[in-house]
């Protein structure tokens, strides 16, 4: 018996089955693994509103160099 001769057909399907599958693995991982996250994606279609808390800088103090005067001090 010999083997079978693969067809170029064949090589495609296997292509098309591999990009499929793939897209697949990543919109399962993308719906289902990031449900816990902060912007988890919904297909609803409301805007969901995100409130952003920043952090105020902090105030500099002038450093005082060997023989300066501060201002007002």
């Not at 697949?24 to 693994?33: A, P, R, S, Y």
């Amino acid at each position: 018996m010999r083997g079978r001769i693969p067809r170029p057909g064949d090589r495609a399907i296997g292509v098309v089955l591999g990009i499929v599958l793939g897209l697949v693995v990543i919109i399962l991982f993308l719906f289902l693994g990031s449900r816990s996250t902060i912007d988890a994606p919904s297909l609803s279609g409301q805007a969901t509103q995100t409130q952003t808390q920043t952090v105020p800088a902090p105030q500099k103090t002038p450093k005082k160099l060997p023989g300066e005067k501060l201002p007002g001090g």
